[in-house]
Structures are given as C-alpha cells and as structure tokens.
T-cell receptor, first 118, second 113 residues
Framework: GAVVSQHPSRVICKSGTSVKIECRSL??????MFWYRQFPKKSLMLMAT?????????EQGVEKDKFLINHASLTLSTLTVTSAHPEDSSFYIC??????????????FGAGTRLSVL | QQPVQSPQAVILREGEDAVINCSSS?????VHWYRQKHGEAPVFLMI?????EQKGHDKISASFNEKKQQSSLYLTASQLSYSGTYFC??????????????FGKGTHLIIQP
C-alpha cells in the first residue's frame, strides 16, 4: 500500500520558536497533500490543502501566516508552525492523495507529529 | 459541515457484530472510513463512491445510501484488533477530487475478550 512518512513524530519546543514538519509520499506521487490537526479525544480538523507548485488553500479560521505550507515537489510538503505558543500544542497529521485516477481519492495518512510548546 | 456519527461509543465482546452510522445534512458524493488507534495516525479502511460501494476488508463492509445521505460501517465477528476510534470522512467532491476530508467526531469501539 501507499506509504506516507511524517517527520518528526514528536517535538518539544519553547514558546516563540518555529517548528517545521515534513510530510513525504514514499512510493507514489501526490499532487495534493492535506494538513490536519487533532486535539486529544477529538476529531481531525482540516487545516489546509497543499498543492504542488502553488499556494496552499487554508480553511476558515486557520492563520496562513502562522502555519506556513510549502509543497516543493510531488512527494514533499512541509508545515511550519511559526512563533509557536502553548495553544499550538496539538497532534498534526498530514495525508497525501495519490495522483492517479485509479486511486479514487483515497488519502493516506502519515503517522502524525505531536507538538508540545512549553 | 461535519458529518454526524452514531453511536459515540460501543463496547462489544469478541465475536459480536457492530454497526457504525454516518450521516450528513448535505449531499454526499463519497464517504471514507478510517480507524485510529490511540496515539497513531488514522488507517484507511474503505471508500464508498456515489453510485456504488466498495468493500475493503473481509469482515468489515460498508453501505452508502445517497438519497438518505448516510453510510454505515459493518463489523462482523469482531476481533480484538478492531478496537479503536472509527471516523467517517466526507468530501473530495469538487470534481477534481482535491478536497480535504471533513471528519465526524468518531465512534469509540472497545472489544473485550
């Protein structure tokens, strides 16, 4: 099956610093990747859609200057949490949609990154 | 809009069956089912497309009723490994299929020996 790698799996940082999270599709090309956020015992909330070669599309209420997304290639998207604060602590998960039509819009998820801001 | 899942939680004994429902107030074109274990990422189970359904696993199947804007996930002869939180996700309907998913709040399934 399709594999999505997300790195790092866990990060602890001080308030005010920036954190970069990488999402890679290992064995397929992903024109589109998605970034979700999940609070404890809650559902996944879509933050933004990352499109290769173009600007990301952010969901309502998500600050684009706060959560910078770069989709540099068909296999890599990065999310940078800038000037992180304790309220940004959460579980961030990326997913990638396989490019081919046969993939039927199935999204494969990375293992997630648990961010703790002190 | 977030789809509504029911029930919120289910406790079963190994070998029993379960049904998880997902409904939406807007038209559905596809429904995605995922299972997530604590501290892990969601794992894809199956996708149901408008005009049909797709069975992803042997004892886990799903139905999709477009008119009622509902989908149900059926787990038969449950195994301990089925424990986790099940999410239905809707979306990907913009034609290009490039939409992110809107997930329900999840159904917690606990299988006891």
């Amino acid at each position: 099956g399709a594999v999505v790698s997300q790195h790092p799996s866990r990060v602890i940082c001080k308030s005010g610093t920036s954190v970069k999270i990488e999402c890679r599709s290992l064995d397929f090309q992903a024109t589109t990747m998605f970034w979700y956020r999940q609070f404890p015992k809650k559902s996944l909330m879509l933050m933004a859609t990352s499109n290769e070669g173009s600007k990301a599309t952010y969901e309502q209420g998500v600050e684009k200057d706060k959560f910078l997304i770069n989709h540099a290639s068909l296999t890599l998207s990065t999310l940078t949490v800038t000037s992180a604060h304790p309220e940004d602590s959460s579980f961030y998960i990326c997913s990638a949609r396989e490019r081919t039509v046969l993939a039927k819009n199935i999204q494969y998820f990375g293992a997630g990154t648990r961010l703790s801001v002190l | 809009q977030q789809p509504v899942q029911s029930p919120q939680a289910v406790i079963l004994r190994e070998g029993e069956d379960a049904v998880i429902n997902c409904s939406s107030s807007k038209a559905l074109y596809s429904v995605h089912w995922y299972r997530q274990k604590h501290g892990e990422a969601p794992v894809f189970l199956m996708i149901l497309l408008k005009g049909g359904e797709q069975k992803g696993h042997d004892k886990i199947s799903a139905s999709f009723n477009e008119k009622k804007q509902q989908s149900s996930l059926y787990l038969t002869a449950s195994q301990l490994s089925y424990s986790g939180t099940y999410f239905c996700g809707t979306g990907g309907d913009s034609g290009g299929g490039a939409d992110g998913l809107t997930f329900g709040k999840g159904t917690h399934l606990i299988i006891q020996p």
